[in-house]
Nanobody, 118 residues
Framework: VQLQASGGGLVQAGGSLRLSCAAS????????ADWSRQAPGKQRELVAT???????FYADSVKGRFTISRDDSKNTIYLQMNSLKPEDTAVYYC?????????????WGQGTLVTVSS
């Protein structure tokens, strides 16, 4: 299984980006998934989580601005980021836990860079 993260880029403060995290490879049904981020010189921060039942959780720093969602028909997780701030600049990582023919597994995407200019 591979998780392919995409959608990062350079955006001005106040702008929007949508990140995608697509699972491919062997049969893999995503249960829970999340996005985290790591800014230079800082610890990784959990940003948003979505459960198998589509319940969502957000870090206080992004609540009201970011939305995590899922499209199970495409085995893809999204992170819609609005009203972006320079402090949102970071490498964003997706993680997904789900079912494979070999049991439950957790996979990470490779990271996608988001840069917000002031």
């Amino acid at each position: 299984v591979q998780l392919q993260a995409s959608g990062g880029g350079l955006v001005q403060a106040g702008g929007s980006l949508r990140l995608s995290c697509a699972a491919s490879g062997t049969v893999f049904s995503i249960d829970n998934a999340d996005w985290s981020r790591q800014a230079p010189g800082k610890q990784r921060e959990l940003v948003a989580t979505i459960t198998a039942g589509a319940t969502t959780f957000y870090a206080d720093s992004v609540k009201g601005r970011f939305t995590i969602s899922r499209d199970d028909s495409k085995n893809t997780i999204y992170l819609q980021m609005n009203s972006l701030k320079p402090e949102d600049t970071a490498v964003y990582y997706c993680r997904a836990t789900g079912r494979t023919p070999y049991g439950t597994r957790t996979y990470w995407g490779q990271g996608t860079l988001v840069t917000v200019s002031s």
